[in-house]
């Protein structure tokens, strides 16, 4: 029998109409649009530990430089260890006011991204996709994050009984906020700013961003 028998059956029976199918959850383009950088969270929703090991495990089917895989999650949920991080963190830096979180709005679960490794490129750029993809998934999860590179490393690492040095820190909710998306210039502010409750993102315009 030939190899691409039941191909030309299927062909033979359907013709060359391709079965519709049927699109579930959401796109990419929408995970992208909410997963923004949330600075305000919801205390009321406690994060527990296996959607944090959820989120990690999406970790470990991206890309790696090398294929080297340096990189090591440390879990943090709410408790001493949370409130220690939160001591140890600055958000939005571009903001003159308030400091932010706000009382009563602060995360109460952390990942800390850590390296098995002396920094180098190969760690610059697994950390870079597996950021992404830590707020991509919160997103899919229905849950809200930010990626934390303001923080004060000696006292998380100290504060964690960390062997590894921390590169990044993620925070990870249920946000509160709002948020707009502006198109900008290349020439205009890039910095995002808040207006009547709204976190405004300025964003280059897609036909900026191609060049011939």
Not at 58 to 80: D, E, H, M
């Given at each position: 029998?030939?190899?691409?028998?039941?191909?030309?059956?299927?062909?033979?029976?359907?013709?060359?109409?391709?079965?519709?199918?049927?699109?579930?959850?959401?796109?990419?383009?929408?995970?992208?649009?909410?997963?923004?950088?949330?600075?305000?969270?919801?205390?009321?929703?406690?994060?527990?530990?296996?959607?944090?090991?959820?989120?990690?495990?999406?970790?470990?089917?991206?890309?790696?430089?090398?294929?080297?895989?340096?990189?090591?999650?440390r879990l943090v949920t709410r408790g001493p260890e949370a409130?220690?991080?939160?001591?140890?963190?600055?958000?939005?830096?571009?903001?003159?006011?308030?400091?932010?979180?706000?009382?009563?709005?602060?995360?109460?679960?952390?990942?800390?991204?850590?390296?098995?490794?002396?920094?180098?490129?190969?760690?610059?750029?697994?950390?870079?996709?597996?950021?992404?993809?830590?707020?991509?998934?919160?997103?899919?999860?229905?849950?809200?994050?930010?990626?934390?590179?303001?923080?004060?490393?000696?006292?998380?690492?100290?504060?964690?009984?960390?062997?590894?040095?921390?590169?990044?820190?993620?925070?990870?909710?249920?946000?509160?906020?709002?948020?707009?998306?502006?198109?900008?210039?290349?020439?205009?502010?890039?910095?995002?700013?808040?207006?009547?409750?709204?976190?405004?993102?300025?964003?280059?315009?897609?036909?900026?961003?191609?060049?011939?």
């Amino acid at each position: 029998m030939a190899d691409n028998y039941l191909e030309k059956r299927y062909e033979a029976t359907l013709g060359s109409q391709k079965p519709k199918v049927k699109r579930v959850g959401p796109t990419l383009d929408d995970l992208l649009l909410r997963a923004r950088s949330c600075r305000g969270y919801n205390q009321n929703y406690v994060v527990k530990r296996a959607e944090l090991e959820r989120i990690v495990a999406a970790c470990g089917k991206i890309g790696s430089a090398k294929n080297q895989q340096l990189l090591r999650f440390r879990l943090v949920t709410r408790g001493p260890e949370a409130d220690m991080l939160n001591a140890n963190i600055k958000l939005g830096a571009m903001l003159p006011e308030p400091h932010l979180p706000l009382p009563g709005t602060e995360p109460q679960a952390f990942i800390v991204v850590c390296a098995v490794a002396d920094a180098n490129r190969w760690i610059d750029i697994d950390l870079g996709m597996a950021l992404q993809t830590i707020m991509l998934k919160t997103a899919e999860m229905g849950l809200n994050s930010i990626i934390i590179g303001a923080f004060n490393r000696a006292e998380v690492r100290r504060g964690l009984n960390l062997e590894l040095e921390p590169q990044m820190v993620v925070a990870v909710g249920k946000g509160i906020e709002h948020y707009a998306i502006d198109t900008i210039s290349p020439d205009e502010s890039h910095a995002y700013y808040r207006r009547d409750g709204i976190h405004h993102i300025p964003k280059i315009g897609v036909a900026d961003l191609i060049i011939d």
